[in-house]
């Protein structure tokens, strides 16, 4: 069997490692005497499981808080002095942070049994995301057909100059796509300016947008550079282009067309060097067939036009996706909030995100401070758990009772043993650690 990795944290110095005989066992072992040193080992390499020996003084609660949120996806196995376990700080960092603990003096066994049974856990949930190195400084994040060809569309109008309109629906992705596209480009070194074409208040738009002379209007008293000039040399990212007012449409045309700006109140023309990304959630054709929207702008821009998926149809990303929020915002969880149910995850994929990436982000950070247990429920989610319309549905819904029940049953059986819990069921200890997270069964 493969040697397996195990970083243990002795805070009381690396002579109080003891010499646990058989818990040491297919481990090897690289002994932290600090927590500086542990932050410092974590860094340089990947661990699953941390044994973490606590000093036998009091007082050190707090910054053992702050490394184990700090590294909170690893399994966490504890060894305490009896008399610190009377300590409610003590016991509140057992129970926000370890998956066991053992009390001093050690039992070697039972220590080899809970390292087992930790190594298990962490190796199920370790999820890697590796993607094609081709792909790994796009920030859209997947494997599904849709953002595959996207990513694929993406490359293509990256290497052009001409304008690029993205349509997609609000919260898909559409200015992480804009970024994409510039950061594959030649102007990639140049800035990247977004502008929000809705959020800008119609007296302001012309002079945000082409910037102002002095003189121009009551307040301005300097010159000023707009948005488009000061992306020169960059890309442009024109978000809603859709709510701009018509008569700016066709400044912004009179730049498409001549690389040109006229700053308010100047009748000097500025050229400006900058590619214009434009993006809206709205049906542009029907916006100019209603006369709310120019049409020669329209072809302007529409020179080479995206699609981006909405996210019920990357149903093979919502897991992916949902682990990744999860660990971006891992410093704003509750201390013993560690991932998802196997139900929450299911309920994940059953949902149809009407409103995209930014409502399975809302939901999840929600999750994450909420949640009361240690694995995020479909509750937790704001995510009722979908009806069974057939009779099938409906049998599969009591064959997973039955075996939730026999389970539950077996780990009470054996006082949660888990190796003989899975030779009780006749399977594997590895089938049972499948089924454990199936069905959100923390042991």
């Known amino acids: 069997m493969a040697e397996k990795q195990l970083l243990c944290v002795a805070l009381d110095g690396a002579a109080a490692v003891p010499a646990a005989g058989p818990a040491w066992d297919d481990w ?9 040193e542990a932050d410092q080992a974590l860094a340089t390499r990947p661990f699953l499981v941390g044994l973490l020996l606590a000093p036998a003084k009091d007082g050190v609660y707090a ?3 702050a490394f184990l949120h700090r590294h909170w996806a690893m399994q966490w196995v504890g060894v305490f002095h009896p008399k610190n376990l009377e300590s409610p700080a003590c016991r509140g960092l057992v129970n926000d942070h370890f998956c066991d603990f053992h009390t001093a003096p050690i039992d070697p066994l039972r220590l080899s049994h809970t390292l087992g049974h930790a190594y298990g856990y962490a190796a199920l949930r370790e999820m890697p995301e590796a993607q094609p190195v081709a792909q790994r400084d796009m920030a859209l994040r997947g494997y599904s057909p849709a953002i595959l060809r996207l990513r694929r569309q993406i490359l293509k109008v990256a290497g052009a100059a001409a304008p690029v309109l993205i ?6 992705g559409k200015e992480l796509t804009a970024q994409a596209i510039h950061a594959h480009s030649e102007r990639a070194a140049g800035p990247f300016v977004p502008i929000n074409c809705g959020a800008i208040p119609a007296n302001l738009v012309q002079s945000e947008l082409f910037g102002h002379v002095r003189g121009a209007f009551t307040g301005a008293a300097k010159d000023k550079r707009g948005l488009i000039e000061s992306a020169g040399g960059g890309t442009v990212f024109l978000d809603e282009i859709g709510d701009l007012p018509m008569e700016l449409q066709a400044n912004l045309l009179r730049f498409l067309q001549e690389k040109t700006i006229y700053r308010v109140g100047s009748t000097q023309s500025i050229a400006v060097d900058a590619r214009i990304v434009a993006a809206s959630h709205v049906d542009l054709q029907t916006a100019v067939a209603r006369g709310a929207f120019r049409e020669d702008l329209y072809y302007r821009l529409n020179v080479l036009a995206l699609d981006v998926p909405p996210l019920r149809e990357r149903k093979d990303d919502l897991v992916l996706l949902a682990n990744h929020f999860f660990s971006l915002y891992a410093g704003e969880r509750a201390p013993r909030v560690k991932g998802f149910s196997g139900q929450a995850l299911h309920a994940i994929k059953q949902y149809d995100w009407p409103g995209n990436v930014r409502e399975l982000i809302n939901r999840v950070r929600r999750a994450m401070v909420m949640a009361d247990g240690r694995l995020i429920s479909p509750a937790d989610l704001g995510l009722e758990a979908p009806l ?10 009591v064959r997973l009772r039955a075996e939730r029940g026999a389970i539950d049953a077996g780990l009470h059986r054996t006082g949660k043993n ?23 069964i923390h042991c």
Request: overall charge positive; hydrophobic content about 35%.
């Open 63 to 65: 910054e053992i808080d």
């Open 167 to 172: 349509w997609g629906e609000s919260g898909s």
């Open 388 to 397: 069974k319309r057939t009779d099938g549905e409906a049998l599969e819904g």
């Open 28 to 36: 090897r072992i690289h002994v932290a005497p600090g927590l500086k």
């Open 418 to 440: 888990i190796s003989q819990t899975a030779r009780d069921l006749g399977v594997s200890r590895m089938t049972l650690y499948r089924l454990l997270a199936k069905h959100g």
